[in-house]
């Protein structure tokens, strides 16, 4: 296992505010899909797609609430 962390989510209400915020403060574009199963919509944080790295998103969805609480993480179960 190369990292304990394998995926990352970024909870939003303002879904363009935050993929803007990220892109300026990172330098980076961030991919958006719009069709996933939980029919939310996401902005992928670039990442090495072979599962080497750690990847991540900003999501905005009913079942997505930005709180306190931080993001949610994935960890890897190897």
């Given at each position: 296992m190369k990292n304990?962390?394998?995926?990352f989510e970024i909870p939003a209400?303002?879904?363009?505010?935050?993929?803007?915020?990220y892109e300026t403060i990172l330098g980076i574009n961030l991919e958006?899909?719009?069709?996933?199963?939980?029919?939310s919509k996401m902005a992928i944080f670039p990442y090495d797609r072979h599962m080497e790295g750690v990847g991540g998103s900003i999501v905005e969805g009913e079942a997505y609430e930005p709180s306190?609480?931080?993001?949610?993480?994935?960890?890897?179960?190897g």
């Open positions: 304990a962390i394998s995926w209400k303002n879904f363009e505010r935050a993929k803007k915020f958006v899909y719009e069709d996933s199963p939980n029919s306190h609480k931080g993001v949610l993480v994935y960890l890897n179960a």
